[in-house]
């Protein structure tokens, strides 16, 4: 293999030799990060980003950007809250509501976001609204229906607690294999990143979604229907945020309108770290796992070796603005 080879894989795959350099690097500083815990911590801390950004790839396939996706996440954990919590719970959010099947709120929090999705879908579709407006709009327009709800009587915006255990044992409980376990929100965050990797790569509906990404022009003269194809993009991209919610609200026993500021902030740069491209048509699930993973060691890593917490911002920007450059620099070459 000659150098020029040597550099280009380097090239292609240089987010896992990132992701393997900030390991190395927080290991030399602090052995113990290398141990099964910090994997598990680490995972766990990823699981619901990493449903986010699942979700938030469609938008930046197709060179756009979804910006509602962190209030999705912030109603769909104030819904499924709301209605699991323990009856001996001293401040109720529906005080003559009887225990319901713990399915019955989840589905209704995950509905509540594929419908948002799907207006968003429509708006960019129908009356093409550019993405980053039409998400705006909702975002807003989410997170005040969610300080309604929240602000309902006999509530009245105070945070929501007192979770049943069963749902609160879907985002701390796990499987115990041996003497280690795994999480079961590790296990659905892979289920679903397993199940995204089908539908981009197997599937007639992923195809077009990439070649919408690619040229939508071109899309449309081979026959595809592009409207259909960016409603349910968004449509999807809605659930998966609304399941993210749900995890969120059981992993931390609680909600508040607040939760999920700025997770879409995080998501974008995970797809972009990820080697998603912002001109649309390039990116693989792979890449945003990395991409994730990335962040999460920077901001567990960063911790757990006593950083200073604002040079996680720092470092973050930097690593953002990077990817991006390059993603760039890799469009303009190919012109």
Do not use: H
């Amino acid at each position: 293999m000659n150098f020029k080879k040597i550099s280009g894989f380097i090239y292609q795959n240089a987010i896992y030799f990132v992701l393997l350099a900030l390991v190395v690097a927080m290991t030399l500083v602090d052995p113990r990060f290398l141990s099964l815990t910090t994997l598990r911590d680490i995972l766990l801390q990823s699981s619901t980003r990493m449903i986010i950004a699942l979700g938030a790839v469609f938008a930046i396939l197709t060179a756009g950007a979804d910006l509602s996706a962190g209030r999705m996440v912030g109603l769909a954990a104030v819904i499924s809250a709301s209605m699991l919590q323990a009856p001996d719970y001293l401040r109720l959010f529906f005080p003559g509501l009887p225990q319901l099947p713990l399915f019955i709120p989840i589905l209704i929090a995950i509905a509540a976001c594929t419908l948002f999705g799907a207006i968003n879908g429509s708006v960019i579709a129908r009356f093409g609204v550019p993405p980053f407006i039409a998400t705006l709009g909702s975002m807003v327009v989410i997170y005040g229906f969610t300080s309604i709800y929240f602000d309902l009587p006999p509530n009245q915006s105070q945070p929501i607690g007192g979770l049943r255990s069963d749902f609160t044992e879907l985002g701390t409980g796990a499987i115990g294999i041996g003497p280690y376990s795994i999480p079961y929100i590790v296990i659905i965050a892979a289920v679903v990143t397993f199940l995204m990797w089908v539908l981009l790569n197997k599937t007639r509906f992923g195809k077009n979604t990439y070649a919408i990404g690619g040229n939508v022009n071109a899309a449309k003269v081979s026959g595809i229907n592009v409207g259909r194809t960016t409603i349910w993009m968004y449509t999807i991209a809605g659930a998966l945020y609304g399941l993210a919610g749900v995890l969120e609200a059981a992993r931390t026993g609680g909600a508040t309108n607040n939760y999920g500021n700025g997770y879409e902030l995080d998501a974008i740069a995970a797809c972009v770290v990820g080697g998603v491209s912002t001109t649309g048509g390039i990116g693989s699930v792979q890449g945003i796992v990395a991409g994730v993973l990335i962040f999460s060691v920077i901001n567990y890593g960063l911790t757990f070796i006593g950083l200073n917490p604002y040079w996680q911002m720092i470092i973050k920007g930097l690593i953002i603005v990077s990817a991006v450059a390059v993603d760039i620099r890799k469009y303009i070459s190919k012109r």
